[in-house]
């Protein structure tokens, strides 16, 4: 067992491979309920002696139950927690890759088994992965005359004082805090666009990998409406009293209602689609400006961007049915519209598909709305402002015994984090992995481990608009679909993001 001093405590962790150890669960902020609810994050208090850190600590308020995660528990309150994976044998000043994980603002936590540092410690990174407020506790908006006294954005909050533990604690377990790179994914890497925008989070980070980022952003108009609805449905005042008085069961219940709501109305707007709640807030004080406004406007050309998508990231949510299926061409007319995408737009997709399904054709347009062409942009944004940005595309696809396997949304993260041999993600990538996945699992592993060190992955930059790409397949891929990714860019040419929503 090796032990880590810590600016609050003495702190023990556990082996997780051979020269790797792994410490978790370890407080890097207080407890958000009780007088700290809908607060700023505040210190984490001492601790005496050694605290055993070998487990994940609880995570936060939330309905779901994902494969492998645990499950929330309200009698658990000590939810802002980080967990590092550190090389035993390495000596001083590891270059250092941060992980915020997605799940749409409003579910998971860094105790997903895929999330598991130790191949990427293996090497050679200290990683961090981190739990945050999720949810109306972390993303819904508080109405207050002081708007410093709820301040929207807690999410966005805990990530930047988890930045801040990590600058004042990483050396201990061989990190240089001189030298560190945010990643996320979908949701997760929204919030690392939002991190680069973020006065507040400048200098405590250096490079940044954001793997699907999503689009939405959403005014304080839009945050005030969705608290109106949520509380309606908790039986509260949409006040600060009457808020803070709802218990954060009643919230997330409040909010799985909502949603239900949305899904069940077709003639609701665009979230009935996907009724994702919960984004970043455009307040003017903690996101001061969306992240590609800002970003063109050159407020991150200062740090490294890698930017990844999948090819067919939509396809991911019509297999769980989480989202709403489009199968006629008046429905596809119907979400355009809902979207205030152009008839030019969805015909130019019908004419780079011949003879596909509408729902094919739908599920191609959504996935590019929320994740490839906000992510195109991102890259391109950045190096258009003086920054330096990799793309790449993660287009690996199966078909067998569990069939047909897209290159969909979350199926690249196993890869990059070299965990591809847990039961947990054998739906992902369409059962067991093969020898020529595994070599794929070790070039993306390596991409960030060489980005994160010295802030190139190992192939060309995007120049301009020129978004050359690193396409990531393996050896024995099923052959991908004859749709051109550089025509179906140029749709979107007249697109301006972020498409707000509702």
Known sequence: MSVFETTNGLVRGSRAAAGIVAVRGIPYAAPPFGGNRYKKPFPAPAWNGVR???AYGPIAPQSAQLPGAPRWSPDEEDILTVNVWTPTSAGDALPVLVWIHGGAYTFGSSAQPDFDGTALAAAGLVVVTMNYRLGFEGFGHVPAEDATAYPDNRGLLDHVAALRWVQENIAVFGGDPGNVTIAGQSSGAASVACL?????ARGLFHRAIAHSPASPCYTPEIAAATTREIAAAAGCQPTAEGLVNATPRALVTASDRVVEAYRRDAS????????????????????????VAG?????????????????QEYWLPDAVGSSARVTTDAQLDRFAEDFGLSAALVDG?????????????????FGDLLFCEYSNRLATVHTEAGGRAFLSRFDRRRTGAHGTVRAWHCADIPFAFGNIDIASVTFLIGGEPTPADRGLARRMVRAWADFASTGNPGWHPV???VARAQVW??????????TTLTTLRGLWSDVTFPVLRP
Do not use: K, N, Q
């Open 52 to 54: 055993d850190c070998t």
């Open 196 to 200: 680069m925008v973020m006065d507040r």
């Open 268 to 291: 609701s707007g665009s979230r009935h689609y996907d009724p994702s709640l919960f984004a970043p807030v455009i307040d003017g004080r903690t996101l001061p400006v969306d992240p």
């Open 295 to 311: 970003i063109a406007a050159g407020a991150a050309r200062d740090l490294d961007l890698l930017v990844c998508h999948t090819t």
């Open 349 to 365: 997709y019908r004419a780079a598909m011949p003879g596909a399904p509408v729902l094919e054709v739908y599920l191609a347009i």
């Open 463 to 465: 120049v301009g608009s």
């Open 473 to 482: 397949r393996s050896e024995d891929d099923d052959t991908a679909d004859g």
